[in-house]
């Protein structure tokens, strides 16, 4: 199969108008959450996901992806306007951004804004396509060992990229990992941790885990001292950058996706990441880094890019080796298991459509968030000025009910009830639940993979280190473990983490 | 000057993995464990128990060693509310339907906010309660009971 027929079929499906009209919900979605500050995509899509039974696994997958990479357009258009940047990656955004809208340049900030993005998902959607195939045929030979050794990798490399502490980082994911065991065990049918209750047997619900753990937490910190005024907005007088804009934010653009899309398919990596890494690159690229702060045009047109690249290729290790590199990805993990798809390199050879109506949705995606942000700007800023007190119930409404839905019962709230009390705890005691999600999502396929490996080699450990692939995925997790000891790295580490929580 | 260890968000977090970590030990032992070729449930989570534990006594450790500041303050009333708005709502969902439980929700959490005005806060519930009905049973069709019995 070539890559044009590929996407004939991908567009096929993409876009029936049923699609469409998932696609423009998911991103018009996408959009309103990432103007507001607070909500996140993580969150949104886990109140989302019990809706999405009922939903045929594409349209499915289309909307919530459109609410992933719109929630960085929408994040940004608030950042520029009003210097209340609604995602994390949209901070740097507000840098610059929001300096060119108060030099009566708001017009301009939000068209380069818009434009960088939708150059940035094109390119790295036409990436995603090129790349993932390739991947997915590599990835077909893999064994059980080469699976666990490639998952560890995976675990790894989310453990360094997460805030904060490594050793408490490595903690969460060994309480996801434990978590993951609840229920009973395929092999020999014993229960674990089941604690004589019925539900608990089929395990814990990863949905109702990520809503409590991002959802129900997020509320009960933000609740006692979030209010919201009505914020002053700059005035948008010339709507098109000059030509001179578009000469110095080409460059950056470019470069932005290129560093997006790198650090977009690394596990633990995302919007965020690339963002303030495109920021940094930018400045030291640049000819006048004294510009950056007051209005230049690169900080703005850089870091936009980057987050939409990678927001694109965070896809990839999901869709073609079942490895998700962050939380989002690990939530459209469980919209296929929902769906009865094992994420895998086999999805791209058994749900051919699925696959490229996906990639090609993408692109759609981009586009209709270009005709939808510039008209719709007024709206944002008007959505950003609804009292939280009005806002965090409506969520609470929105979550209970969907989790009502999955089983058509009441223990699935409770268990979210439970974690969102353990996720406030957690942001108490600095601890990041995005590992612990990961943990749980990649711990039962860990298990099986050990036990299958240890089968074969009749309990032999050493055929993680003889077989070639495992072996070269074990050294580079070693590696990276190593690269973080390094004091120079060690620093710039936290430079980066410190940047973002200021 | 540091506060006590078990004031510190590391050393809150180091002894929680250590609980957990040395039950999940204990949990785990009862399992059958198998060997290394084939294993049985508990070696799994024995062996990640094992290493939750290592981990927390580790980060405890390091807590005690390094001067840190407080924990943020972990606010009772915010989380109480929240929480038993939805544990309240969730369990009179079933039994006295979504006209009920709605209401319950929005009036429970509402304790979580400094300030409450009610006329806020009834005008919400019955917003919220139309919307919930609107979107859930009519939109989607879900069957959820919008009266009790």
């Not at chain 1, 150059?119 to 790349?131: D, N, P, Q």
């Not at chain 1, 004091?487 to 936290?494: A, D, H, M, S």
Request: aromatic share 10%; charged share 10%.
């Amino acid at each position: 199969m070539d890559i044009l027929s590929n996407l004939a079929l991908g567009f096929g499906t993409s876009l029936q108008p049923a699609n469409l009209l998932y696609c423009f919900v998911g991103v018009l979605l996408g959009t309103a959450i990432g103007v507001l500050p607070g909500l996140g995509p993580l969150a949104t899509i886990s109140m989302l996901l019990p809706l999405t039974y009922a939903l045929d696994p594409v349209s499915a997958l289309i909307m919530l992806s459109g609410i992933y990479y719109g929630a960085q357009y929408g994040g940004s258009t608030t950042a520029i306007l009003v210097n209340l940047p609604g995602e994390a990656s949209s901070v740097v955004t507000a840098l610059d951004g929001h300096k060119m809208a108060q030099n009566g340049r708001a017009g301009a900030a939000l068209a380069i804004a818009a434009l960088a993005s939708v150059y940035a998902g094109t390119i790295s959607t036409a990436f995603v396509a090129g790349f993932s195939p390739i991947l997915a045929s590599v990835a077909l030979s893999f064994g059980p060992a080469d699976y666990f050794s490639l998952m560890v990798l995976g675990l790894v490399a989310a453990i360094i990229l997460a805030h904060g502490s490594l050793l408490k980082a490595i903690g969460m994911v060994l309480v996801g990992l434990i978590l993951g065991t609840v229920g009973i065990d395929g092999n020999s049918g014993a229960y674990r941790f089941t604690f004589g209750s019925l539900e608990l047997t089929t395990g814990l619900e990863f949905v109702s885990i990520a809503m409590g753990l991002f959802a129900f937490a997020d509320i009960i910190a933000n609740v006692s001292h979030k209010t919201t005024g009505a914020p002053t907005v700059h005035k948008i007088t010339s709507l098109w950058p000059t030509k001179q804009d578009f000469r110095e934010a080409t460059p950056a653009a470019t470069r932005g996706t290129l560093l997006g899309s790198i650090l977009g398919i690394l596990p633990g990596g995302g919007a965020a990441l690339a963002s303030f890494s495109a920021y940094t690159l930018e400045k030291k690229v640049s000819k006048h880094p004294e510009r950056f702060g007051n209005g230049a045009v690169e900080g703005v047109a850089g870091p936009e890019a980057a987050n939409n690249a990678a927001a694109q290729t965070s896809f990839i290790p999901m869709l073609t080796l079942g490895i998700p590199s962050n939380g989002t990805m690990a939530l459209m993990m469980g919209a296929m298991m929902i769906h009865n798809i094992a994420p895998g390199p086999q999805v791209i050879v058994q749900q051919p459509a699925l696959f490229w109506g996906l990639i090609t949705s993408m692109f759609v995606g981009n586009v209709l968030l270009v005709l939808l942000n510039l008209p719709l700007v007024g709206v944002w800023v008007k959505l950003i000025s609804v009292p939280y007190r009005y806002l965090f119930p409506a969520i609470l409404m929105f979550c209970v009910i969907g989790l009502y839905s999955i089983q058509n019962q009441t223990f699935e709230i409770l268990v979210a009830a439970v974690f969102g009390l353990l996720g406030y705890l957690f942001m108490r005691m600095r601890c990041e639940a995005a590992p612990l999600l990961l943990g749980f999502i990649l711990g039962p396929m860990l298990e099986s993979n050990l036990k299958r490996a240890m089968l074969l080699s009749k309990g032999d450990m050493s055929t993680f280190v003889t077989r070639p692939i495992s072996a070269v995925m074990l050294g580079l997790a070693v590696l990276l473990l190593l690269t973080v000891f390094l004091p120079q790295l060690r620093k710039k580490r936290e430079e980066v983490f410190a940047e973002e929580e200021a | 000057m540091g506060e006590r260890f078990y004031k510190t968000a590391d050393g809150q977090s180091g002894l929680f993995f250590t609980a957990l970590g040395a039950f999940v030990v204990w949990q785990a032992s009862t399992y059958s464990i198998g060997t290394v070729a084939k294993m049985g449930p508990g070696y799994f989570p024995l062996v990640l128990g094992i290493l939750l534990t290592i981990v927390g006594l580790a980060v405890t450790l390091r807590s005690i060693r390094t001067s840190q500041e407080a924990a943020a303050k972990f606010e009772w009333r915010s989380a109480g509310a929240i929480t038993a708005a939805i544990v309240l709502s969730g369990l009179l969902l079933l039994t006295a339907g979504l006209v009920i439980a709605i209401p319950v929700l929005v009036i429970v959490s509402s304790f979580a906010a400094r300030e409450h005005r009610w006329s806020n806060i009834l005008w919400t519930s019955i917003a919220l309660t139309a919307a919930a009905y609107l979107v859930f049973i009519v939109g989607l069709g879900l069957r959820i009971p919008l009266f009790w019995g």
